[in-house]
């Protein structure tokens, strides 16, 4: 069955410092890969996605993240993080020819100003 | 971006009673939608699939006849609880995915609904 694993559970930042989160996923096919984000009070959106192609994917806001087939591996980056992207972050991975989208336990990112 | 809505945002019910959250896709059509539960502090937790014109997928460990699914149009899931507990307090969130070609597969998510059980 696919997994997500991300391994920072909350990360807390200064502004203008580079963020990377952890993401690794565990299926050894063909896989679609997401970052979504969660704004305080907001719903889910999607930051990025990765489906096939350049494995370095170019999301909202400065956002971006690298699919690294060897590692399984799908780590979210921001060169320069901002107070306003305190947020939470879920990865997620979808597998073969499931149609479900399978979630990471999320990262809570406080951004200190 | 595809609009996914949730109906109701907040409920409180009693324990024993059976509660109805409906998930509408408002401009285009969802021939499947998923159910997710989130857990304080905790990922979403895939509840169940569901299928327009079929029974719903349940994920494992999952139980059928507690959280009804009824998918009875291309706009419109419905996730019922039944028979209420304060363990069932939650927070319930549906998604769709917009078949569009533009869209390519993106999940869409409804604001969620906070059920709490007294």
């Known amino acids: 069955a696919q997994s997500v694993s991300q391994h920072n559970h909350h990360v807390i930042l200064s502004e203008a410092a580079s963020l990377e989160l952890g993401c690794n996923y565990s299926?050894?096919?063909?896989?679609?890969l997401f970052w979504y984000v969660q704004y305080p009070g907001q719903h889910l959106q999607l930051l990025l996605k990765y489906f096939s192609g350049d494995p370095l994917v170019k999301g909202i806001k400065g956002f971006e993240a690298e699919f690294i087939k060897s590692k399984f591996s799908f780590n979210l980056r921001k060169p320069s993080v901002q107070w306003s992207d305190t947020a939470e972050y879920f990865c997620a991975v979808n597998a073969g020819r499931d149609d479900k989208i399978i979630f990471g336990k999320g990262t809570r990112l406080h951004i200190l100003p | 971006g595809a609009v996914v809505s949730q109906h109701p945002s907040r409920v409180i019910c009693k324990s024993g009673t059976s509660v109805k959250i409906e998930c509408r896709s408002l401009?285009?059509?969802?021939?499947?939608m998923f159910w997710y539960r989130q857990f304080p502090k905790q990922s979403l937790m895939l509840m169940a699939t569901?299928?327009?014109?079929?029974?719903?997928?349940?994920e494992q460990g999952v139980e059928k006849d507690k959280f009804l699914i009824n998918h009875a149009s291309l706009t419109l899931s419905t996730l019922t609880v039944t028979s209420a507990h304060p363990e069932d307090s939650s927070f319930y969130i549906c998604s769709a995915r917009d078949p569009g070609i533009q869209s390519k597969g993106e999940l869409f998510f409804g604001e969620g609904s906070r059920l709490t059980v007294l």
């Open positions: 569901s299928n327009e014109g079929s029974k719903a997928t349940y």
């Open positions: 299926y050894g096919g063909t896989v679609n």
């Open positions: 401009d285009f059509q969802a021939t499947t």
